[in-house]
């Protein structure tokens, strides 16, 4: 069976069927080619991964009009280690539209919201999170509104230490949202914990 492709194959560019085709996505004709899977190998993987999904407040990338390819977050188990790898997220509601559009500062709350609920459905909290990098549409304009929010709701958590943090200016996918936010989160994977108080 051969993958739909969400682009139009008879209006690519010299450079674009040249890469694609090298790629191994095009045969030398043109066509499309079937994708071959790999290989199933007979140990486990060293890293399990699994999707991870919020639909109470966030509706999956992939069920858009026009699909976005990423997952909401992944999870990962490494050798008794959880990471929680949590996608540029916004003020989003779980229909897939802009929540708060022109308030900053509820499009800050939301998207607080709306990473705490991914948190959630892994048994986690922001206790967890180690790292964010935080997309601003207008640094200049934003930055402190954004920075007060941060430092109100890290401290009405009782963070300590706090995340490791960067902050950006970035044009986001939409043009309504103002502020994106992705995080990641380590802890000790339950299992590992049992064995070792077990």
Same mark, same amino acid.
């Given at each position: 069976?051969?993958?739909?492709?969400?682009?139009?194959? =008879?209006?690519?560019?010299?450079?674009?069927?040249?890469? @694609?085709?090298?790629?191994?996505?095009?045969?030398?004709?043109?066509?499309?080619?079937?994708? !071959?899977?790999?290989? =199933?190998? !007979?140990?486990?993987?060293?890293?399990? %991964?699994?999707? @991870?999904?919020?639909?109470?407040?966030?509706?999956?990338?992939?069920?858009?009009? @026009?699909?976005?390819?990423?997952?909401?977050?992944?999870?990962?188990?490494? =050798? =008794?280690?959880?990471?929680?790898?949590?996608?540029?997220?916004?003020?989003?509601?779980?229909?897939?539209?802009? *929540?708060?559009?022109?308030?900053?500062?509820?499009?800050?709350?939301?998207?607080?919201?709306?990473?705490?609920?991914?948190l959630e459905s892994e048994g986690a909290t922001w206790h967890e999170v180690v790292r964010t990098t935080?997309?601003?549409?207008?640094?200049?304009?934003?930055?402190?509104?954004?920075?007060?929010?941060?430092?109100?709701?890290?401290?009405?958590?009782?963070?300590?230490?706090?995340?490791?943090? *960067?902050?950006?200016?970035?044009?986001?996918?939409?043009?309504?949202?103002?502020?994106?936010?992705?995080?990641?989160?380590?802890?000790?994977?339950?299992?590992?914990?049992? %064995?070792?108080?077990?």
């Amino acid at each position: 069976m051969t993958q739909e492709l969400w682009i139009d194959t =008879g209006a690519l560019t010299d450079g674009e069927r040249d890469e @694609m085709t090298r790629l191994g996505i095009l045969a030398e004709c043109g066509r499309v080619r079937e994708c !071959s899977k790999p290989s =199933g190998s !007979s140990r486990p993987p060293l890293i399990q %991964k699994k999707a @991870m999904h919020a639909p109470g407040v966030l509706k999956e990338a992939f069920e858009y009009a @026009m699909p976005s390819s990423f997952s909401r977050g992944l999870r990962l188990d490494i =050798g =008794g280690v959880t990471a929680l790898l949590i996608s540029g997220t916004a003020s989003v509601d779980e229909n897939g539209d802009t *929540v708060h559009a022109g308030d900053f500062g509820a499009q800050c709350w939301r998207t607080y919201r709306n990473i705490s609920a991914l948190l959630e459905s892994e048994g986690a909290t922001w206790h967890e999170v180690v790292r964010t990098t935080c997309y601003l549409q207008d640094i200049g304009r934003n930055y402190d509104a954004f920075n007060r929010i941060r430092t109100s709701f890290f401290n009405w958590l009782g963070l300590d230490p706090l995340p490791a943090s *960067v902050g950006v200016q970035a044009r986001l996918c939409r043009d309504d949202l103002l502020v994106e936010i992705e995080a990641v989160a380590l802890f000790r994977s339950r299992e590992s914990a049992i %064995k070792d108080h077990g």
